[in-house]
């Protein structure tokens, strides 16, 4: 069947053609033991075999040999029904895949198929290329939220996709997953409207992660507009937002913020109090000063530590003024 394989490959590929599935199993990992890349043609053959540990393997020992040869076969795996051999085949493409099988990935996004649509959007994030936007914004208002996910996740690995008017509309989206990986990409775009989603969903969004996803891309857009929108997350009640809005605060920030960061010096979480004081450091209003001193005390070491760093800064910028 294979007439160039090896004097020592040949027992094993013939075994794979066994009926018992134990040596089947026996044979496919002898083959991914040897690493031979003659084995290459009775593993591709392996991945259609009946039992999913045969196909699982036989995706593993594809993936060592790292031969394109393989990839249009183990993109037939990820239609399979099995998650474990849809994760494995994933994997090893998402090392052989390279930026010229973009449009064999763009025809495979086509296909009425679920799992093939999902594990083609995350290939695509691999390529960067911008030529599968159009490919990929149908997905956006996919029935299925985790192809919406999938989606606007995607959007953010496109190069130089600077505005993107239909990904504004995910950030209504009911369900908080598809939410969450749309504030982030928000933080990529720069259509006028995104800061004031961003800020909107800071702190309106029902869901933390949404809120604290918001903090973070209004880091990236550095916009003033943000400042009392962050001042009002300082005060939510989930910790992690506070802290993300409290480190947004280091890279915008005016006086107007002071009060809200001083209250911050005081949370129940070190990890907040430590960048309240950073941000306090990076104002530089001396009027601070005694509110961080208070804090040399604290019980966390990193707080004593970014405490004085801020104090000293605040210091050095009052000699240089001086």
């Not at 995607?154 to 995910?170: D, G, K, M």
Request: glycine share 2%; charged share 25%.
């Amino acid at each position: 069947m294979y007439d160039d394989i090896n004097d020592e490959l040949q027992p094993w590929v013939e075994m794979l053609q066994s009926s018992a599935v134990e040596d089947r199993l026996v044979a496919v990992k002898t083959l991914q033991h040897i690493g031979d890349e003659d084995a290459i043609a009775p593993l591709i053959d392996a991945l259609k075999d009946e039992d999913t540990n045969v196909q699982k393997i036989a995706i593993a020992a594809i993936w060592e040999l790292n031969n394109p040869v393989a990839i249009e076969p183990l993109m037939a795996c990820l239609r399979s029904p099995d998650a474990e051999v849809r994760e494995e085949a994933l994997s090893a493409l998402k090392e052989l895949i390279a930026p010229a099988d973009l449009m064999m990935l763009l025809d495979y996004i086509q296909e009425d198929n679920f799992y093939m649509q999902l594990n083609v959007l995350i290939l695509l994030r691999k390529i960067h290329d911008a030529q599968a936007l159009p490919y990929v914004l149908p997905f956006f208002e996919s029935e299925q939220e985790e192809l919406r996910e999938a989606a606007i996740t995607t959007l953010r690995y496109l190069n130089q996709i600077e505005t993107c008017p239909p990904a504004l509309a995910l950030m209504n989206d009911e369900s908080p997953i598809v939410r969450r990986e749309a504030t982030l990409t928000l933080g990529y775009l720069q259509d006028r409207e995104v800061v004031e989603l961003l800020c909107r969903a800071l702190t309106s969004d029902p869901d933390w992660q949404v809120r604290g996803r918001a903090a973070r891309s209004l880091a990236l857009h550095k916009n003033s507009i943000a400042i009392p929108s962050l001042a009002q997350a300082l005060s939510d009640e989930h910790w992690q937002v506070r802290k993300f809005t409290a480190r947004t605060l280091q890279e915008v920030a005016d006086e107007s913020v002071i009060p809200d960061l001083i209250k911050c010096l005081a949370d129940e979480y070190s990890d907040i109090r430590r960048d309240a004081a950073t941000a306090l450091g990076n104002i530089g209003n001396p009027d601070v000063l005694n509110a961080l001193q208070q804090t040399l005390d604290d019980p966390d070491a990193d707080v004593r530590i970014f405490s004085q760093k801020a104090i000293d800064k605040i210091r050095q910028k009052q000699t240089a003024i001086n």
